[in-house]
């Protein structure tokens, strides 16, 4: 484990998964629970090269790199304090070897990246649809949980870009918007391939939808039984404690 200063703000937390940490600033933008479910959702094949768009502070590629044996895990960041924060918990973590952050934007991530040069794609993008009412939409959690800098088309369409024939596409997104995401997803010829809804009780409605998609892949769906976050109240699931690694 290396050691890095924390800047004012920060904090460092355990991910209680081979000893790895990560630095985070409440007042900018934490990881939830959707990033952790999607690491858990998704795979990458044994020396694989995996993009992660949006990554914020590399939850996802830093997780990815527990639970898998790619060779390349890359997080691409448009925040600069974001992306400087990913880029010191790698280091922290020495995963320099496997793990890089790159400071830049979803939408021209076809120009930073070789098309079709990735196996895997993952995505954890902004869920609301616009920033209308905000107050400040150029505030770091407005960014991340609204489509200020970026939305779900462009998400789609750096994924199809960056991925190789038959790579795999996977997303944490809100029910709400299911239907648009399937067309967004077949016009860019990712073929949506598996679907699992999340449950914050098994009496509640859905709150998270994960989703896996390939490059050029035929019409064909499965959808995996419900994943329910809470047994009872502050009680995760035996699922959840798996995910997690506990």
């Not at 004012?8 to 900018?28: A, F, M, T, V």
């Not at 858990?40 to 790199?65: C, E, Q, W």
């Not at 709400?176 to 077949?186: A, D, G, K, S």
């Amino acid at each position: 484990m290396g050691t890095i200063d924390l800047k004012e703000g920060e904090r460092l937390d355990d991910l209680q998964r081979n000893g790895l940490k990560i630095i985070q600033d409440p007042e900018r933008f934490c990881f939830g629970m959707d990033a952790v479910l999607l690491s858990g959702f998704a795979g990458a094949p044994d020396g694989g090269r995996v993009l992660d768009l949006g990554t914020g502070t590399g939850i996802i590629p830093i997780l990815m790199s527990a639970k898998t044996k790619a060779s390349e895990l890359i997080g691409l960041e448009i925040q600069a304090e974001s992306a400087d924060m990913a880029e010191r918990s790698v280091r922290l973590n020495n995963l320099q070897d496997r793990v890089k952050i790159v400071h830049g934007d979803i939408k021209e991530a076809g120009q930073v990246f070789d098309a079709a040069s990735f196996d895997v794609v993952t995505s954890n993008p902004p869920y609301m649809i616009n920033s209308h009412g905000l107050q400040n939409p150029d505030a770091p959690k407005a960014i991340a949980r609204h489509e200020v800098l970026c939305d779900l088309e462009d998400v789609v369409k750096a994924a199809a870009r960056c991925l190789k024939s038959g790579g795999k596409f996977y997303m944490v997104h809100r029910p709400f918007r299911l239907t648009e995401i399937m067309v967004v997803m077949h016009d860019y010829k990712i073929e949506p391939k598996r679907m699992q809804l999340v449950y914050p009780f098994v009496d509640k409605e859905p709150s998270m939808v994960l989703i896996e998609g390939a490059r050029g892949g035929r019409s064909r769906i499965t959808v995996e039984k419900p994943l329910i976050i809470y047994e009872s109240p502050g009680k995760y699931t035996s699922e959840i404690y798996d995910i997690y690694g506990y």
